[in-house]
């Protein structure tokens, strides 16, 4: 992983990708089975990614001149803890997945963490032909394999002031067409600072402000080229929406400010596997005896919700800042900007 956009690529895809060699046996299995598997092996990195995008969205509250233009580079790494790297797998909610040595669960990776040892699965299908049929296979491992332990976003950010104490804000990352794969991002916000209300010589040694946002991101991943499930038009895509409320306290200082924040992130996920796939099922000398053709297998889609904590420091010289800030959370962040005021 060298950069942004590889990470969230390989992130964004990683069940397509990790999971392609065994999409045919997780398909054979059944779509309900195939998609409680896949619900479970993503929903950490949607999680991840949710609160990765929505981290330094602010760097002070003190009040912008009117018609202040501020344009921002900001980074951000979301840390990715052991608690999501893995989730359990318990064979009593699968109609037709069992461990070959019978446990009722075991802890397998998800898409952001690595099965080490590998894990196998014994699933069981019905064979026109032979009747009940089992066959085993490995579970799909994460980015963990390649030693991927943060979650890295960046882009542009832009606010402007029409009104004293106000802040119109957006983000943007373009849209990267790599190796198939298409990421891209935007957000808007509105920051108001409530103590631009008092009078002027107000002796408050504080500024509050509180800030509303709207993010989202979307991915498509097309791997019909890939030819290791039969089909056409095989592609993932997944879509990330969501709504940051925060409440900011910060020092009212000419160059350096402390500020820090509480707030609370709502949002909802949707990964889609489309396209058509020929699952296929071996007989006696591991002949293929059937094909069934399923036409996009299935929709997942999931919540994330949870309150973070931010604090952090802004550096001011004339037209040039910059801030760091760190968010505490269920995915924590840290977050650097660079900033140029106008």
Known sequence: MKNTISTLFTILVAFSMSAQENLDDLLAAGLADAERFATDYIKPANDGLAYGINAGWFNNTKTPKRFGFELSIIGNATTIGDENKSFILDVSEYKNIRFPDNSPSKGVATVLGHNDPVQKVIITYDDPIFGNQEREFDLPTGIGSQNVNLIPTAFLQASFSPFRGTQLKARYFPKIDQEGAKVGLYGFGLQQDFTAFLPEDNLLPVAISGLIAYTHLDANYDFTSSNVVDGENQQIQAEINTMLYQLIVSTKLKVINFYGSVGYLSGKNKTDLLG???????????????????????????????????????????????????????????????????
């Open 276 to 342: 058509t796939y020929r699952v296929s099922g071996e007989g006696l000398g591991g002949a293929t005896v059937f094909s069934e053709e399923i036409k996009d297998p299935f929709s997942i889609k999931s919540d994330t919700k949870g309150v973070l904590t931010t604090v952090g420091a802004n550096l001011s010289l004339g037209f040039f800042g910059l801030n760091a800030a760190y968010t505490i959370a269920e995915f924590n962040s840290a977050s650097l900007g660079i900033n140029f005021s106008f």
